[in-house]
């Protein structure tokens, strides 16, 4: 296991204003494309990692302290995000996800207790029995999911662009 | 076709800070680990960022316009960085990355000029006739996939970590 509370919260602080600094300003080319029917383009990302951190990560740890395997934790709409029309713009979203993040920082921080929080159990409604450390690697990983998604939406734009080149670049491979 | 010298630009000039604001300062762990035997970790991608700049698309534009098909392009040693035992830190390389990278962009812009030449062509020693437009294509999408197999290693490290949640993560299927 290579879990580190300290060091998966260097990730997870660096996400946010990472894609803040990518993404904002980005011509709409960029910030509109996709992957085809069904797939979400760049604000769509950014919007579900918003919604997962108002209803997924943050609240499913409490519920592991809390409750423990006592319950399975309630769901939630991976596509919630989806059904929103809110109408902010896509820098006051990039702006969002940043407070959030950092709000949800800050209650890992108070919350979880590396010797005695990371091996706390719960159970998860589709996979059974899970650990609050696996949980929080989780994170770690669809924050790293994610960004991979924004780039390779983003090289898909250029697919027919490179020409003969596309051989040598893995990211269009598909 | 998508491509747009300015969108392009603005991709190729926000890699190297974005990458600096996510990578410097983070621990060993995350910047040594790497995908097995024979894979790059994090500082050799990015070494491998800055000799691109160096021997690869800057000196290939300039050899398109130069030479147009007359001849090919001068062979370049992909693997190079991974013999340069250079003794700098892993801080300074990224500043370097963004450096070169900032003074490779100045000269993209003085020496293109979309209408006159994103249509010239050049020899590739494998692909044969390739588009300047192809090349700042695929400058960009090299981008992007280098950008993708950062967070992909990173990933990996927490492969076991993350438990039973392994099978909703995209980043860890392969």
Redesign the interface.
């Known amino acids: 296991?290579?879990?580190?509370l300290?060091?998966a919260i260097?990730?997870l602080e660096?996400?946010p204003?990472?894609l803040e600094?990518?993404l904002s300003?980005?011509?709409d080319?960029?910030v509109q494309?996709n992957e085809g029917e069904g797939t979400w383009n760049v604000v769509e990302v950014i919007e579900h990692l918003i919604e997962g951190e108002k209803t997924n990560w943050v609240p499913r740890l409490e519920f592991i302290i809390q409750e423990g395997e006592s319950k399975p934790f309630p769901p939630f709409d991976r596509y919630a995000h989806l059904n929103e029309k809110a109408e902010k713009s896509f820098e006051q979203k990039l702006h969002e996800f940043k407070t959030i993040r950092a709000s949800n920082i800050a209650k890992l921080k108070e919350l979880v207790a590396p010797e005695a929080h990371l091996e706390l159990t719960g159970i998860?409604p589709a996979?059974?029995v899970?650990?609050l450390?696996?949980?929080l690697?989780?994170w770690?990983?669809?924050d790293?999911?994610h960004?991979?998604?924004i780039?390779?939406v983003?090289?898909e734009?250029?697919r027919?662009?490179?020409?003969?080149?596309k051989q040598?670049?893995?990211?269009?491979k598909k």
Chains 1, 2 share one sequence.
Request: some cysteine; charged content about 20%; hydrophobic content about 40%.
């Open positions: 296991m290579n879990f580190h300290k060091e260097e990730v660096r996400t204003q990472t600094y990518f300003g980005l011509s080319g960029w494309c998860h996979l059974g899970v650990k450390r696996e949980l690697s989780t770690v990983v669809h790293l999911t960004m991979a998604q780039v390779r983003m090289a734009r250029y027919a662009d490179v020409g003969p080149w040598y670049l893995g990211i269009l």
